[in-house]
């Protein structure tokens, strides 16, 4: 009994460890999103990103946690990194190289992945922190104010030098979440971008409602239906469709094997929250394009893109449901895992083997793949409508929504995982103090 206690003591003082290292990394980022790069005018970029609500540059500051806004070390944020590594997802389908190495090479060949993504981050951080050095000296204050004090070649490179050092920054600390913290370090880093943003967005409906541009009603009926979003959330992220697998018997030796009854879990919304952020991404860059340009058939065009019209509604969901099925067909192979059944023996009952499996997974997943994208589009549509049409800040927004659930979702599992670990460790333990009594 007493070992017992002593590992359950054990596993509870490793999980408060790997909590607190997570919380600690976590304030690190967050000091370095408030450290400005060298030769910007604070004041003139303040007002120049008042202006720019609504646009391209709200998604990304959303994600870097204030970092863009500020034009912080850390302005960049984990967007390099993802974008790496959504380019190297996507070459493992064109390229059988790239394919055999995540597949065939085991760790040695995931290590390889990981350092060409890392590579790519730093040539995908150099190229953003040019065309951003680039943008600011052209940008001015609402007054009339540069934002840059003394644009040239050197603020150039210092700009990006410092962009590339503060992204290579933020990917390790996620990797160092990831290995000595819990959950996923990348995820939980755009999580806290996006948490420490929500005080100002309740501060900004406050402020709508006592000027008289939100009703108190109308206030609590966002709250209510803002929540009864998330529970929606909730439920569908944990919605799965389980098809049934079956092991045929086969004796090695003297010994049994197989014979058992398993299922294969796929999930409802299989692409996760990459949809939105490609399609969102994709449909504000117009809109942001027109603050820049001066040419009046440039801002209409980028009026016909307003996330306030129909014509962007449209276009978002139909975005939306192309990623949807372009993602999930990236990250899961029907085929591959009718070859791996296979080869272990088993089967889909009613299913031959080999290619009907693989038209019956095939099928399976269009369907699911219809239903998440149905589901993406409300969840992200709605708080766009109240958006536009009541002045409900961007934090309130489905993009954000999905991402906060999500990553709180995976967190809890993570955290529920390390104690059941450290009470099967404690079992473990006593069983083995009996055997030897």
């Not at 007002?47 to 720019?52: A, H, I, L």
């Not at 150039?156 to 370090?185: D, H, K, P």
């Not at 603050?291 to 129909?310: E, I």
């Amino acid at each position: 009994m007493a070992v017992g206690s002593a590992n359950n003591m054990a596993g509870q003082a490793s999980l408060s460890k790997r909590i607190g290292w997570t919380l600690l990394i976590l304030c690190c980022y967050r000091i370095g999103v408030h450290v400005p790069i060298p030769g910007v005018d604070a004041s003139a970029l303040a007002s120049f990103f008042q202006s720019m609500s609504g646009t391209l540059f709200s998604l990304f500051d959303m994600f870097s946690g204030g970092g863009l806004s500020n034009v912080s070390v850390f302005a960049l944020g984990v967007m390099p990194y993802i974008s790496a590594s959504i380019i190297i997802q996507l070459l493992q389908v064109v390229s059988p190289d790239i394919k055999r190495m995540a597949k065939e090479e085991g760790q040695a060949g995931r290590r390889k992945i990981t350092q060409y993504t890392r590579y790519l981050t730093v040539l995908i951080t150099l190229v953003q922190g040019l065309g951003i050095a680039v943008g600011l000296e052209n940008m001015t204050s609402p007054g009339g104010a540069p934002v840059v004090l003394a644009p040239g070649w050197h603020f150039r490179l210092v700009t990006m030098a410092t962009f590339t050092a503060g992204s290579v920054l933020v990917m390790w600390l996620g990797e160092q979440i990831t290995e000595r913290g819990i959950g996923n370090g990348i995820s939980l880093i755009i999580f806290c971008g996006i948490v420490v943003g929500i005080p100002r967005g309740i501060i900004q409906s406050v402020a709508l409602i006592q000027a008289g541009d939100m009703s108190i009603f109308m206030a609590v009926v966002i709250v209510v239906l803002m929540a009864a979003v998330t529970v929606a959330i909730v439920f569908v992220e944990r919605s799965q469709r389980r098809i049934p697998i079956s092991y045929a018997k086969r004796q090695v030796g003297r010994k049994m094997y197989g014979g058992q009854n398993s299922h294969l879990p796929l999930r409802l919304n299989t692409a996760g929250v990459i949809p939105p952020i490609f399609a969102s991404s994709l449909l504000l860059f117009p809109a942001t394009i027109g603050q820049f340009s001066t040419n009046h058939y440039v801002k209409q065009a980028a009026d016909f893109f307003s996330p306030h019209g129909v014509a962007y509604n449209v276009l978002y969901v139909a975005l939306m449901f192309f990623f949807c099925y372009f993602y999930t067909a990236i990250i899961f192979d029907p085929k591959d895992m009718a070859e791996n059944l296979k080869k272990n023996g088993g089967f889909i009952p009613g299913i031959r083997p080999g290619e009907k499996t693989q038209e019956y997974v095939d099928t399976v997943l269009s369907r699911l793949t219809l239903s998440g994208a149905t589901y993406i589009s409300v969840v992200c549509l709605l708080p766009m409508l109240l958006i536009s049409n009541f002045n409900v800040p961007f934090y309130f927004g489905g993009t954000s929504l999905l991402i906060l659930v999500g990553v709180a979702m995976d967190f809890m599992n993570q955290v529920e995982s390390h104690m059941i670990s450290s009470q099967y460790q404690g079992l473990m333990a006593k069983a083995r103090k009996s055997g030897r009594l």
